[in-house]
């Protein structure tokens, strides 16, 4: 062959060999600094069945039950949503520093807070882990963090962040039942009853009255589908929470002869979320709190809920008589439609 043509091969083969060499040393570069983090926490997260953190005006601590499910030590019955634990206590175990303080750099830092951010604990078993953090260093952006031993650490501010739950933050939303619409026979809400047959609705002293569907069917729904915001699971009495007087009481009663009630209650005011209580029969020891929103599908009347498109064989003008308001008083009563 040609040396003239060999010699662009040869050319690019090495600058193939050089790009790859490159690359190489690249790899090993990020390498290395991915390698310069320190871990904080000898510990595996799946060995873990403590996780305990106090600071941002909150107090948790979280242990691991022999069924390996996490329950809040205060609270063992509030239910909390298993992923999100898990990924919080991965979140402790994986925490990281940038770097250890030492010499002059140690000599220079502030005097220890007597109010630290956080203290965190980590336990499995006998072993456990224990981190302070202390004050914020806004210019570079690193809390410096202290172990039990007293050695100090800067972390990154972002990776503490998200590290503070609250239970709520960790709660896990409740539904009333796992029943569906087809398995509803009838329903009440306060002085209006209500019969499903086939999918359809009618008044139950009044099967010839038009009734528009979806109005109805959305009663139903929000009362099977709904999800629960948060369980008080000491609750106070009744009138606390304005379930003594009720706003709405519903019932539905299903094919199978089993029933479910609810009652909803005043707006929260522990809350800046808009929320209201609820009560259920099928948990009567536990007062939720769900979206307020909920209860506006059942600020209807009799009139209101007339299918004025019906023809005159499904409804009889005469059948529209005095309206039957269902809610309560105050805010829920003035949005009944007039």
Known sequence: MNKKKLL???VLACIVALLGVLLAVLNRTDSAQTDTTIPLCSLAAD??????YAGNNMEVTLLKGSDGTWRLDSDPTLPLDQTKV???VEGYTGLTALRKLEGDDLAALPEKSHTPQITIMLGAGEQSVNLTVDQL??????YYVYDESGAAYTVQRSDLATLSKSPRDLYKAQTLTDKTIDDVAAMQVNELAFTQTDGNWTLTDEPGYALTQSSVKKMASTILEMQ????ITAPEADSTYGLD???VTATLTFTDGTSLTVRFGN???DTEDSLCYLASDAAPTVVYEVNADYKTAYAVTKESLHDENAT????DPADVVAQYPVGGENDFADSLPE
């Open 8 to 10: 662009p091969l040869a």
């Open 86 to 88: 898990q990924s919080l």
């Open 312 to 315: 005159a064989e499904t409804a």
């Open 47 to 52: 060995d873990l069945d403590t996780l305990a």
């Open 267 to 269: 707006a929260c005011t």
């Open 228 to 231: 629960t915001a948060w369980s």
């Open 245 to 247: 007087e009720p706003d």
């Open 137 to 142: 260093n806004s210019v570079a952006d690193v």
